[in-house]
């Protein structure tokens, strides 16, 4: 019985990963949690997940940065330059 609701590290950050969609079934919540309980690193991932997603939600300060076209004219001219060096 416990070996189907223990999970092991890998597993577990991906179904925190796989929360942060919404998309977790409730059997997979419970085995998330049992984990979470007993493991400190995982519970710490969880808690960076958290912090992660919920500040990236909130931060717009470049949504409506564009480069000037002088910039873009310098990307362009370094990777025409460049293009044969791969």
Known sequence: MMKYLMLNCKEATFL???????????????????????CKFCKMFEQQTNFIGHNAGQSHLHEHSTLSDATKEKIIRFLNENETLN
């Open 16 to 38: 925190v990963s796989k929360k942060e969609e919404g998309k977790l079934s409730f059997f997979e919540k419970i085995k998330l949690q049992m984990h979470l309980y007993f």
